[in-house]
């Protein structure tokens, strides 16, 4: 399964333009952050998956802090996550993790926050004045982006608010000048990624990695600190939003993409609007950040669909479908389980590979749940075949 998996839309639209706006604030406030410096001594900072919550039991010391450890020479972690935490009872704590001997912190949390109902403004908010408090105490501060959610987890299934949390925090890491690992670019494009790299156990609401996840957590990290750049320029900022509806048809899309590594090749970013090549983007002038804001000629109608293709200097790509609204008007036939306006033959391969999977399955998949009872039945693919062919 590949990364396209993350861009399912769940019932109600997201909160990606009040992310936008709050991003926008936080950088007026605290200003540019600290330039990051090669570092001796990290904090490790975050919620269970720093803590290292389902990784080998065998191994003495969990998560990937003692994994960075063994990939950077002469690079001390110290591991202070925190399960369950959610980023208020982070903000709370961090002054006394800063009073600790180090020169850097490595922020990685907000996925409590999602399941929590706290506002997107408040994660980014308290994840900036964390970071910002890490600068003002001599440590350089690294944002981390949040891994995928589990498709059967209890909230945001579907990850749409955590794709909108992770591109704003992409924004941030960018406008105020700090470092930028990104874990959920690296993990959303692993093949088999829930089987090979996620905790196989039923009672986890979020979804923690395993032995390997938490080896190749530590990879992403460690990349990240050494300056190596193995990430495709990423998606910062998508209106109007993936899963977005009642989306006026005389919308304007607007995209912003970044690269954090060597530069966005010249020429190489296409993107594509229910089907029509959009014009070239505006190219920053450091050749990192590219910006498209684009009014279709013709009016927009039913379910809309964007791709995006770029590449870097160092040729890592970024080729897939970038997110899916509904203008107004359009209405999704029962058993359409992609969301891309018409009842089809991929819509039966996924409802397939669910079929028999309940809500505590691994392979439970919300939007191939047609009617909504909590298991993937006949009844589903019932309603499917009564549908197939039909279209908004």
Same mark, same amino acid.
């Not at 970071?131 to 981390?144: L, Q």
């Not at 392979?363 to 589903?380: H, L, P």
């Given at each position: 399964?590949?990364?396209?998996?993350?861009?399912?839309?769940?019932?109600?639209?997201?909160? $990606?333009?009040?992310?936008?706006?709050?991003?926008?604030?936080?950088?007026?406030?605290?200003?540019?952050?600290?330039?990051?410096?090669?570092?001796?001594?990290?904090?490790?900072?975050?919620?269970?998956?720093?803590?290292?919550?389902?990784?080998?039991?065998?191994?003495?010391?969990?998560?990937?802090?003692?994994?960075?450890?063994?990939?950077?020479?002469?690079?001390?972690?110290?591991?202070?996550?925190?399960?369950?935490?959610?980023?208020?009872?982070?903000?709370?704590?961090?002054?006394?993790?800063?009073?600790?001997?180090?020169?850097?912190?490595?922020?990685?949390?907000?996925?409590?926050?999602?399941?929590?109902?706290?506002?997107?403004?408040?994660?980014?908010?308290?994840?900036?004045?964390?970071?910002?408090? $890490?600068?003002?105490?001599?440590?350089? #501060?690294?944002?981390?982006?949040?891994?995928?959610?589990?498709?059967?987890?209890?909230?945001?299934?579907?990850?749409?608010?955590?794709?909108?949390?992770?591109?704003?925090?992409?924004?941030?890491?960018?406008?105020?000048?700090?470092?930028?690992?990104?874990?959920?670019?690296?993990?959303?494009?692993?093949?088999?990624?829930?089987?090979?790299?996620?905790?196989?156990?039923?009672?986890?609401?979020?979804?923690?990695?395993?032995?390997?996840?938490?080896?190749?957590?530590?990879?992403?990290?460690?990349?990240?600190?050494?300056?190596?750049?193995?990430?495709?320029?990423?998606?910062?900022?998508?209106?109007?939003?993936?899963?977005?509806?009642?989306?006026?048809?005389? $919308?304007?899309?607007?995209?912003?993409?970044?690269?954090?590594?060597?530069?966005?090749?010249?020429?190489?970013?296409?993107?594509?609007?229910?089907?029509?090549?959009?014009?070239?983007?505006?190219?920053?002038?450091?050749?990192?950040?590219?910006?498209?804001?684009?009014?279709?000629?013709?009016?927009?109608?039913?379910?809309?669909?964007?791709?995006?293709?770029?590449?870097?200097?160092?040729?890592?790509?970024?080729?897939?479908?970038?997110?899916?609204?509904?203008?107004?008007?359009?209405?999704? #036939?029962?058993?359409?389980?992609?969301?891309?306006?018409?009842?089809?033959?991929?819509?039966?391969?996924?409802?397939?590979?669910?079929?028999?999977?309940?809500?505590?399955?691994?392979?439970?998949?919300?939007?191939?749940?047609?009617?909504?009872?909590?298991?993937?039945?006949?009844?589903?693919?019932?309603?499917?075949? $009564?549908?197939?062919?039909?279209?908004?």
């Amino acid at each position: 399964m590949t990364g396209n998996f993350l861009i399912r839309p769940p019932g109600s639209a997201p909160r $990606a333009l009040r992310l936008v706006a709050a991003t926008a604030v936080i950088a007026i406030a605290f200003g540019v952050g600290a330039t990051a410096q090669a570092p001796t001594r990290c904090k490790a900072f975050g919620d269970s998956i720093t803590a290292g919550v389902g990784d080998d039991p065998e191994r003495d010391a969990p998560g990937y802090p003692p994994r960075l450890e063994e990939l950077v020479s002469g690079l001390a972690v110290d591991n202070r996550g925190v399960g369950a935490e959610r980023t208020p009872e982070g903000l709370a704590r961090i002054d006394e993790v800063l009073a600790e001997p180090g020169d850097c912190l490595l922020l990685m949390e907000g996925t409590n926050d999602i399941s929590r109902d706290i506002s997107p403004e408040t994660t980014l908010f308290n994840l900036d004045l964390m970071a910002s408090r $890490a600068a003002d105490a001599g440590r350089t #501060p690294y944002h981390a982006t949040l891994i995928p959610r589990l498709p059967n987890a209890r909230f945001d299934p579907n990850n749409v608010e955590n794709q909108d949390l992770v591109q704003a925090i992409r924004r941030l890491a960018a406008q105020q000048g700090r470092g930028l690992v990104d874990p959920f670019e690296v993990f959303s494009t692993r093949a088999r990624l829930f089987r090979d790299y996620y905790y196989a156990g039923e009672e986890d609401p979020v979804g923690h990695p395993n032995g390997p996840g938490y080896d190749l957590l530590a990879t992403v990290f460690a990349d990240a600190l050494l300056g190596t750049d193995t990430v495709p320029p990423v998606p910062t900022r998508l209106a109007p939003a993936h899963g977005a509806s009642e989306v006026p048809a005389e $919308a304007t899309v607007e995209v912003e993409m970044r690269d954090f590594g060597s530069g966005i090749a010249e020429g190489s970013a296409n993107l594509v609007v229910d089907g029509a090549p959009a014009p070239a983007p505006v190219v920053d002038d450091d050749g990192r950040r590219l910006h498209w804001s684009y009014k279709p000629p013709v009016p927009l109608r039913g379910v809309v669909t964007m791709t995006l293709r770029a590449w870097d200097l160092n040729g890592n790509v970024y080729n897939r479908l970038l997110g899916r609204f509904q203008v107004v008007g359009a209405v999704v #036939p029962p058993g359409d389980v992609d969301r891309d306006g018409r009842v089809t033959g991929s819509d039966l391969i996924r409802l397939g590979l669910a079929f028999g999977a309940g809500a505590r399955s691994r392979r439970y998949d919300s939007d191939a749940d047609v009617d909504g009872s909590g298991q993937v039945d006949g009844e589903d693919l019932a309603i499917l075949a $009564a549908n197939f062919g039909a279209g908004v």
